[in-house]
């Protein structure tokens, strides 16, 4: 059986290795259109704010071992563009501009996500970068190492904006952000949002809201990007407005696609085409919470779904049960944490919910560096379910919101989780920990 992959990175990497190490004798080919496979994406904002780091430690396995070690035939700079289903043949040109095809008799289609970039005059400018691969963080990295580059415009205010935030101030590159909405985190908890709202200003990190960027200029050797009602001058223009799914080449080839024009997949990750499979950042999940389809484009989602295409390209039938959107990322010194539905989300999957917004501490009463954690709690008024929780401090959130999601995958009542066991120890924490005071607050609500 020839069993071919589009895309090196984590879905596409996982699913080949597994199919591979399971079935030695398959035939396996791996096509990616870029130079790098299995690389720490997330590991990104942190080299780049260190210029005495080279790029390349973010690499996790060198293509050659997939090769040599493996057996993967895995084809760098092999760009895939289009997939005949009715001859199971995939077609496209190497980086010299030479056609190939390759036969397939299963197909993972692990294409991955890419920035969003405004079709806006200017925003191709040199100067005006993304991060989502790991040549972008290269791109950047060089572009840092041969400019002087004393302000930085980061238009957006996600993840990865405020990673990339914190990365560029350790830099001592002035940072403004900037975005058309009022709202910082629209799907955090107000309170927990001012949180991170205040460290970031506690850092010298100026918050433009209320402004769409229009265009970007080149102005003598920098750059300005030109708002509503305001100019920003600068050296260098971050394009951190999120990602949108790489589901071009399969919505060309007339499969199903879902939200956020994510590839559907069932849990098994088979497409409409029950031949191909598709996991990563271009495929769609089902939500623990809803049941329903949801888009969350994560890292362990990814090599799971690589893993469970193989299992099931192989005829082990795996089925993953979900995701709960548990994601977590730092500012400065703040963690934030999150997993299942916000209330707002909540309520538009129909729920009657009910939040509990708590502030407790980080450590035991008296325990030296203490420090607070605000957290949220969602329920549901007519079951009682737990639906969501977000964490937000210095010390513990990225961790302690586990538990929650865990609670999530089990189906736990709110007032089933306010009686967990959780560890308590001073110098990790309170008697009640965060989580476990949200529960009971949230409890009166319901």
Not at 348 to 370: K, L
């Amino acid at each position: 059986m020839k069993f071919v992959v589009i895309g090196g990175d984590a879905a596409g990497m996982s699913g080949a290795s597994r199919a591979k190490r399971n079935r030695p004798d398959l035939e396996v080919t791996v096509f990616e259109q870029t130079q790098d496979v299995s690389y720490s994406a997330c590991g990104m904002p942190y080299n780049i704010a260190d210029p005495a780091r080279p790029i390349e430690e973010l690499v996790v396995r060198e293509a050659q071992v997939f090769r040599e070690k493996q057996g993967i035939d895995l084809r760098t700079g092999h760009r895939v563009e289009e997939i005949d289903r009715g001859a199971g043949k995939v077609r496209g040109r190497d980086e010299a501009g030479r056609a190939f095809e390759a036969p397939y008799d299963r197909l993972l289609i692990a294409t991955g996500a890419s920035p969003i970039r405004p079709d806006r005059p200017g925003f191709n400018l040199p100067g005006v970068l993304a991060l989502k691969g790991l040549s972008d963080g290269r791109r950047i990295k060089t572009f840092l190492a041969e400019r002087r580059v004393r302000q930085a415009v980061v238009i957006g205010m996600g993840y990865i904006a405020m990673e990339m935030a914190e990365a560029l101030k350790v830099r001592g590159i002035g940072v403004r952000m900037v975005k058309p909405r009022p709202v910082l985190l629209p799907w955090l908890t107000a309170e927990l949002s001012d949180l991170v709202k205040e460290t970031l200003e506690a850092h010298g990190v100026e918050l433009i809201f209320g402004q769409e960027p229009l265009a970007v200029e080149a102005v003598g050797d920098g750059l300005r990007v030109v708002c509503s009602d305001m100019h920003l001058d600068c050296q260098m223009v971050l394009v951190a407005m999120g990602v949108r799914p790489n589901s071009e080449l399969a919505a060309q080839a007339g499969l199903e696609l879902s939200v956020d024009q994510a590839i559907a997949v069932d849990r098994t990750m088979a497409t409409s085409d029950k031949s191909i499979f598709a996991a990563g950042d271009c495929a769609d999940a089902f939500h623990v919470v809803t049941g329903k389809k949801t888009w969350v484009p994560l890292a362990l989602r990814a090599n799971r779904a690589g893993w469970a295409a193989a299992d099931n390209v192989l005829g082990v039938r795996t089925a993953l049960p979900g995701v709960a959107g548990t994601a977590a990322f730092k500012v400065f010194e703040l963690q934030v944490a999150r997993t299942g539905l916000a209330l707002k989300e909540a309520e538009r999957a129909g729920f009657q919910p009910a939040e509990a917004v708590i502030y407790s501490s980080a450590r035991g009463h008296a325990y030296p560096g203490d420090s607070e954690i605000r957290a949220s709690m969602v329920g549901d008024r007519a079951t009682g379910r737990l639906l969501g929780a977000q964490m937000v401090g210095e010390e513990g959130p990225a961790h302690r919101i586990n538990a929650a999601a865990v609670a999530l995958h089990a189906g736990l009542s709110v007032a089933d989780f306010s009686q967990t066991d959780l560890a308590y120890a001073p110098p990790f924490g309170p008697t009640f920990s965060p989580l476990l005071v949200a529960a009971s607050q949230l409890l009166k609500k319901l």
